[in-house]
T-cell receptor, first 109, second 115 residues
Framework: GQNIDQPTEMTATEGAIVQINCTYQ??????LFWYQQHAGEAPTCLSY??LDGLEEKGRFSSFLSRSKGYSYLLLKELQMKDSASYLC??????????WGAGTKLIIKP | ETGVTQTPRHLVMGMTNKKSLKCEQH?????MYWYKQSAKKPLELMFV???????ENNSVPSRFSPECPNSSHLFLHLHTLQPEDSALYLC??????????????FGPGTRLLVL
């Protein structure tokens, strides 16, 4: 079967750094997405990876290793508004999106 | 503003009611999706429409009936639902192409409670 694993919940302090990991086992690979979803709002795409490596967008960075079936989302200089759920999704060989259950990130002052 | 709107945002219905969820996308996309999001579970893809034609139906019970009159509008008709159908129903759209990025853009969802 196909599976995406990510922690259910993480807590971090305002101003700190947090890394959210995602491991996947899918039938083929055609890209990995990270989405952010604030409570009661639409998920919005943060990043898309098809090649290995690190991509940085401001305070957010994402990393992919296809050989290890592993990705992480790194959030720096955490702000209270970063409190949200972060969803990892992988597109398989049939271009179907396989979703993780999401990681709820709680930021404390 | 994501360009995908959903109405209503909240819905409470009894098991014998009939209601419809509406989704509209203003992004010029040609693919639309219905997802079910339950607490602490992965997003469940329910239906996919490409160019108004249904291309996916992931073993969804017949009490959920989708309708796509054009590439900008998508409906989910609900009847005789069960309490376990209570969830957040998300609509998404994308520009379908073979091998492309096809980022999906989501609406804010309809929070459904079945009593």
């Amino acid at each position: 079967g196909q599976n995406i694993d990510q922690p259910t919940e993480m807590t971090a302090t305002e101003g700190a750094i947090v890394q959210i990991n995602c491991t996947y086992q899918t039938s083929g690979f055609n890209g990995l997405f990270w989405y952010q979803q604030h409570a009661g709002e639409a998920p919005t795409c943060l990043s898309y990876h098809v090649l290995d490596g690190l991509e940085e967008k401001g305070r957010f960075s994402s990393f992919l290793s296809r050989s290890k079936g592993y990705s992480y989302l790194l959030l720096k200089e955490l702000q209270m508004k970063d409190s949200a759920s972060y969803l990892c999704a992988v597109r398989d060989s049939n271009y179907q999106l396989i979703w993780g259950a999401g990681t709820k990130l709680i930021i404390k002052p | 503003e994501t360009g995908v709107t959903q109405t209503p945002r909240h819905l409470v219905m009894g098991m014998t009611n009939k209601k419809s969820l509406k989704c509209e996308q203003h992004l010029g996309h040609n693919a639309m999706y219905w997802y079910k999001q339950s607490a602490k579970k992965p997003l469940e893809l329910m239906f996919v429409y490409n160019f108004k034609e249904q291309t996916e139906n992931n073993s969804v019970p017949s009490r959920f009936s989708p309708e796509c009159p054009n590439s900008s509008h998508l409906f989910l008709h609900l009847h005789t639902l069960q309490p376990e159908d209570s969830a957040l129903y998300l609509c998404a759209s994308s520009q379908a192409s073979s091998g492309g990025v096809e980022t999906q853009y989501f609406g804010p969802g309809t929070r459904l409670l079945v009593l």
